[in-house]
């Protein structure tokens, strides 16, 4: 099977601008998860999709948004970017015999200049 | 946002050493997960835990579950040059939303040939 992939790679933009980023989950699964890593704040949980429905939710501004597509891809976006907002973001997807189990694709660097 | 501890921060060993890293919570967690990081790339599962006292191996890897429910255990034997990365616990807390990780602020290993 093909693993999580995510689009594109890198990123550069302007502090003010909105960005779209993609995940494709593995396919069967249902699940994907948005995380944001960044050297002081670590690994954090953005928001999780199941079934076009966000299931879950962490403890960003409604800046950051989300949507899951009929076919499990997903897309987050951020609105208003801030410098704040460079860093890593991941994709994970969860599905088939262990729920639990998150399978991350290579993510997004995301810089805000 | 909510982070577990995990220690050491950082590990430099020489090849052929065994390593030892240990996450931990004030709070009872259901599922423990290890991730492996390589720079610029996503987390590759490692090992995943269910039940209290759990000890699951993957190749040189062996992972224990804490009998207390708040912590988890990796074990590396015989490190090799390719082991470097960053290795991260990740839980899901009890009465926690599913799949919604809370991850470990990550163990640095550096391994001299």
């Known amino acids: 099977k093909a693993g999580v992939t995510q689009t594109p790679r890198y990123l550069i933009k302007t502090r003010g601008q909105q960005v779209t980023l993609s995940c494709s989950p593995i396919?069967?699964?249902?699940?994907v998860s948005w995380y944001q890593q960044t050297p002081g704040q670590g690994l954090q949980f953005l928001f999780e999709y199941f079934s076009e429905t966000q299931r879950n939710k962490g403890n960003f501004p409604g800046r950051f948004s989300g949507r899951q597509f009929s076919n499990s891809r997903s897309e987050m976006n951020v609105s208003t970017l801030e410098l704040g907002d460079s860093a890593l973001y991941l994709c994970?997807?969860?599905?088939?015999?262990?729920?639990?189990?998150?399978?991350f694709g290579p993510g997004t660097r995301l810089t805000v200049t | 946002g909510q982070q577990l501890n995990q220690s050491p921060q950082s590990m430099f060993i020489q090849e052929g050493e065994d390593v030892s890293m240990n996450c931990t919570s004030s709070s009872i967690f259901n599922t423990w997960l290890w991730y492996k990081q390589d720079p610029g790339e996503g987390p590759v599962l490692l090992i995943a835990?269910?039940?209290?006292?759990e000890l699951t191996s993957n190749g040189r890897l062996t992972a224990q579950f804490g009998i207390t429910r708040k912590d988890s255990f990796l074990n590396i034997s015989a490190s090799i040059p390719s082991d470097v990365g960053i290795y991260f616990c990740a839980g899901q807390p009890y009465g926690g939303a599913t799949n919604k990780l809370i991850f470990g602020t990550g163990t640095l290993l550096a391994v001299q040939p």
């Open positions: 994970a997807s969860s599905g088939g015999g262990n729920v639990y189990e998150q399978y």
């Open positions: 835990l269910y039940k209290a006292g």
């Open positions: 396919s069967g699964h249902r699940s």
